[in-house]
């Protein structure tokens, strides 16, 4: 099939009953968007991130989702590497969730802030022994010379921590907390429902959007 000719026609639920927190809304929808995932590979906790590029160009890059608490969505990464460069610099983000078996989107955007040093180390901890070696040995974004220097690394990092691996001062998780949430539930003829919520700094109000 060409690429102009590829397209799905979206027969899923409408939007109705939102909840009037949008991150109790966004938990029974991952809720659903897990339990009724139809192959066991489909990641529904993966998002793209989006921040300001140092340079002013948008930049993106998918992360998963670790955490959800009563005030945002959590996720882990390497605080000197691109993004964490540019969160520094601008903490305004915005995450995207696509679940194509529900035919739903989630946007979000909002303002980041470093998770408490504890609840990193934490995450960290539970981490399988390898991808915690693996935040010793890549320091991410950064150009190499070749893989192999990674492998050594790793390799490195395996023989100066042969018991358990400490969280690097440069890994650790930031919250986004949402200040414009919208959910989008697929239709026929492309019209969509869409209700995007927005913080009135008191309240959470809600707006249908044309789609
Ligand atoms: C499904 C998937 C999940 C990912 N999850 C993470 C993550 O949680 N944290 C992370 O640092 N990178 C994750 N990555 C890698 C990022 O997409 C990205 O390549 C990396 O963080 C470097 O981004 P940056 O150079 O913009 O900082 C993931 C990639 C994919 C495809
Ligand atoms: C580089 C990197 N860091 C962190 C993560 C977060 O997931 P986990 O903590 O399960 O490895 C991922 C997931 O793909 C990743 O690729």
């Known amino acids: 099939m060409s690429i102009d000719a590829m397209r799905r026609v979206f027969r899923h639920a409408p939007l109705t009953e939102l909840h009037a927190d949008p991150l109790q809304q966004f938990a029974l929808w991952f809720t659903e968007a897990k339990d009724s995932s139809p192959v066991d590979w489909?990641?529904?906790?993966?998002?793209?991130?989006?921040?300001?590029?140092?340079?002013?160009?948008?930049?993106?890059?998918?992360?998963?989702?670790?955490?959800?608490?009563?005030?945002?969505?959590?996720?882990?990464?390497?605080?000197?590497?691109?993004?964490?460069?540019?969160?520094?610099?601008?903490?305004?983000a915005s995450l995207n969730f696509y679940w194509p078996h529900l035919a739903r989107q989630v946007r979000v955007s909002g303002v980041v802030q470093k998770l408490p040093r504890q609840d990193s180390e934490a995450y960290f901890a539970s981490r399988p022994r390898g991808s915690q070696l693996g935040a010793w040995a890549s320091q991410q974004s950064a150009p190499i010379a070749s893989t192999a220097e990674l492998e050594q690394a790793l390799a490195d990092a395996d023989a100066r921590y042969p018991g358990e691996v400490p969280c690097p001062p440069h890994w650790g998780g930031y919250e986004l907390a949402p200040q414009i949430m919208e959910f989008w539930a697929g239709r026929e003829n492309r019209l969509h429902h869409r209700v995007r919520y927005s913080h009135d700094g008191q309240h959470w109000q809600q707006q249908w959007l044309a789609p």
């Open 42 to 92: 489909l990641e529904v906790n993966a998002m793209t991130l989006c921040t300001q590029g140092l340079d002013g160009f948008p930049q993106s890059r998918v992360v998963l989702l670790k955490g959800l608490s009563g005030t945002g969505l959590q996720f882990f990464t390497n605080y000197d590497s691109q993004k964490g460069q540019e969160l520094a610099a601008d903490p305004r």
